[in-house]
């Protein structure tokens, strides 16, 4: 499951005042569709840069990728 902007923003802030980790998210989660990993990586991604947002550019569309590979084998 992806995370929405809201349940990112509030998992952030539950991270940085209660200190909470993921098996307290997932225990209290109302929305019982967390997955572990996805949690644990958004989580290791909040302790290192403190925002959980994407990188710029990260989110390239598909058929920009197509185009990219295209011109490499031409």
Known sequence: MAFNKEDKVAIKVLRQEKGYGAKKFLNESLNKNLSPLSLKKLLAKLDQTGAVDR????????????????????
């Open 55 to 74: 990188n710029p550019g990260s989110d390239k569309k598909h058929e920009t990728r197509i185009a990219q590979k295209l011109r490499r084998f031409s």
